[in-house]
Nanobody
Framework: QVQLVESGGGLVQAGGSLRLSCAASGRTFSRYAMGWFRQAPGKEREFVAVVSSIGGVLYADSVKGRFTISRDNAKNTVWLHMNSLKPEDTAVYYC????????????????WGRGTQVTVSS
């Protein structure tokens, strides 16, 4: 099973940018759809974005136009580029892997990272 490690979180002012990275172990990375979820304090974890094994993408409405997901199968890495950050983007961001095509629900994911904290100050 693929193992995932997120990095790149931190503190940023509103309007700023961050790039999250997710490094995956294993030789089957290219077969997985890779997603990002987030969980804010006191809230349920929610879908952010997913990129399929062949590069198709899907975004939550709340991040569309501000966030970009991308992957490099040769580097076993997926990124989440976050621009125009808002205080409501504050959350722990999780990387996840799925054998589905463009899954946007937690139950369709097979492996999860431990998360990286993103804090956006106003």
């Amino acid at each position: 099973q693929v193992q995932l490690v997120e990095s790149g979180g931190g503190l940023v002012q509103a309007g700023g940018s961050l790039r999250l990275s997710c490094a995956a172990s294993g030789r089957t990375f290219s077969r997985y759809a890779m997603g990002w979820f987030r969980q804010a304090p006191g809230k349920e974890r929610e879908f952010v974005a997913v990129v399929s094994s062949i590069g198709g993408v899907l975004y939550a409405d709340s991040v569309k136009g501000r966030f970009t997901i991308s992957r490099d199968n040769a580097k076993n890495t997926v990124w989440l580029h976050m621009n125009s950050l808002k205080p409501e983007d504050t959350a722990v961001y999780y990387c996840a892997a799925s054998v589905g095509v463009l899954p946007n629900t937690e139950t369709r994911y097979d492996a999860w990272g431990r998360g990286t904290q993103v804090t956006v100050s106003s």
